[in-house]
């Protein structure tokens, strides 16, 4: 086996890995955090996918830079869904399985919308730098992967100094491990809910950049994008950023190096296949579920 | 202060307390003492807002406050040590401290509060960097009251704060129960160690099955027959 290969496949692996882990942190805090499982986490980054597409094509705008566009968007149309069809089903006696059925149709409804506006036609982030590459040695960074890699590595960092540096973030933290308390000291659960929520999907339009630096989008692929969501939160323990982060990282240099080393039809198969085996081993994930 | 009037909560249909009242006045040190399911925690958490009341007035410096949200309860300065004491387990003992201090005006002051609760309690100066659900039962119990400073409470109420702590560290709490009250806090608090309980408190009510059956200053409840018989095995 050529160790070039080897080390190459993991340096594509982990930066992949980044994009799933920025595009899971979201979905690990909502299901954590609120109980709410969002199955329309990816379409919410699909969204930011076909915005950076649009500013792209019309107003030249780098993808990184439509983040500005994106990002607040996102959290504003997060917020009205949280206070309009959110905390309605709260009041549901099963919480988690209310909220996939209620999400599961948002998913179906943006889908649809985006299908309207952008057409089923399969898309790519071209940029100036699209075909460019870093080469350190015998190693080469392409630079889309390289600028996904930066910006989600980036983006799960500040999720992370969030909940573990700002009074904000930490009464998230509070919130999630004892509920009754934290409001006898002042926070105001629906609130923080309301931010965790915004924050996720918010995070996630980020992550839908990301996944359109490594592969061409349609509006149907969020389908595929969620199961990698399931992945991370599954192995990196659910409300576990960090963890998430690992699992995300982990997914990515199973599928660089499958993707090196195996014809393309086996990369999904030994991916979902290694991650049952985990599942098998670990049944609670290999990181413990906190944020 | 906080006047509770013909306070009536329904649990699951049970009425949980029917038509309980009871005063705490400014300064005061108010002792709720009865047995397991006489419904004195119901009452408090009647009192923060985390249960709603079927009927009856909740009056606090002269404005009612039922229906109100807990966080807007936690602003007036009514601040619950809750049972079992709900600490932020994989927190550390300073973020609990923080938390206590969330809202705007105690946030103000939380270095002068987090000063005052480590002269207090020293050794969690110690543990300040340790999660909460690290430390033993007794230095638990000492975050949960060091957080409820840190809220800069006017009304302190405490539920059941020396809950399986040894009698030493039991002792230790009642006396800075006693030490905070004066530093001009008003306290309400609810316990089953009825001689300690009665001794450091002015005032107290007995509760049984929801309601009100005794009340009247500490001293004469601890010579009271009835208290001696059912409380405290005499």
């Known amino acids: ?55 792209l094509k019309w107003l030249g705008m780098d993808p990184i830079f439509s983040l500005v566009v994106s990002v607040p968007l996102l959290f504003f149309l997060a917020c009205l869904i949280f206070r309009f069809l959110i905390v309605p089903i709260t009041k549901a006696k099963d919480v988690i399985v209310t909220s996939m059925i209620l999400t599961f149709g948002i998913a179906i409804i943006l889908e649809n919308l985006m299908l309207l506006i952008w057409s089923p036609d399969p898309r790519l982030l071209t940029t100036a730098y699209t075909s460019k590459v870093l080469i350190l040695g015998p190693f080469y960074f392409q630079y889309p992967k390289l600028a996904g890699f930066l910006m989600s590595a980036i983006g799960v960092l500040v999720i992370h100094f969030f909940l573990k540096k700002t009074y904000t973030g930490k009464a998230v933290r509070a919130a999630w491990q004892q509920p009754d308390a934290a409001q006898l000291y002042g926070i105001n659960l629906r609130r923080i809910s309301m931010i965790t929520f915004g924050i996720a999907v918010a995070s996630a339009g980020a992550g839908g950049v990301g996944m359109a630096f490594l592969y061409s989008f349609d509006p149907h692929a969020h389908n595929l994008w969620l199961i990698y969501l399931f992945l991370v939160v599954i192995v990196g323990g659910v409300g576990n950023v960090l963890g998430a982060a690992f699992a995300g990282l982990i997914i990515g240099v199973i599928t660089g190096l499958s993707l090196a080393f195996l014809p393309y039809q086996w990369v999904n198969l030994l991916t979902f296949g290694l991650l049952m085996v985990i599942l098998i081993i670990r049944p609670h994930g290999l990181f413990k579920g906190e944020v | 202060m906080l006047s509770v009037n013909d306070l009536i909560v329904l649990y699951q249909k049970l009425r949980a307390l029917r038509g309980v009242s009871l005063e705490v006045a400014e300064g005061d040190l108010v002792a709720l003492i009865g047995s397991n399911g006489s419904g004195k925690t119901t009452l408090l958490n009647s009192i923060s807002g985390l249960i709603p009341a079927g009927a009856g007035r909740i009056m606090w410096q002269g404005t009612p406050i039922l229906g109100m949200s807990p966080d807007n309860i936690c602003r007036e300065g009514i601040i619950q040590v809750p049972e079992g004491r709900k600490l932020f387990a994989q927190m550390t003992v300073e973020e609990n401290l923080e938390m206590g201090a969330y809202l705007p005006a105690a946030r103000a002051e939380a270095d002068q509060s987090r000063q005052m609760a480590f ?79 009665l001794t450091i408190s002015n005032y107290a009510y007995v509760m049984e099955n929801g309601e009100i059956i005794l009340n009247g200053p500490a001293k004469e409840l601890l010579d009271d027959p009835r208290i001696k018989e059912s409380y405290l095995g005499l």
């Open chain 1, 1 to 55: 086996m050529n160790t070039v290969l080897v080390i190459q496949s993991l340096i594509s692996g982990i930066m992949m890995g980044s994009v799933y882990a920025l595009l899971g942190v979201g979905f690990s805090l909502t299901w954590g955090v609120l109980k709410v499982i969002n199955i329309s986490h990816a379409t919410f980054g699909l969204i930011g996918a076909f915005l950076a597409y649009t500013l």
């Open chain 2, 119 to 197: 002269d207090i309690f020293p050794r969690l100066a110690e543990r300040r960097r340790q999660t909460a659900g690290s430390l033993s039962g007794g230095e638990q119990q000492m975050v949960a009251v060091a957080r409820a400073i840190m809220a800069k409470p006017k009304l302190l109420m405490l539920d059941e704060p020396s809950l399986g702590l040894s009698p030493l560290f039991a002792a230790e709490i009642f006396q800075t129960i006693k030490e905070l009250n004066n530093r001009d806090i008003t306290v309400l608090l609810i316990s089953q160690e009825v001689l300690q309980t």
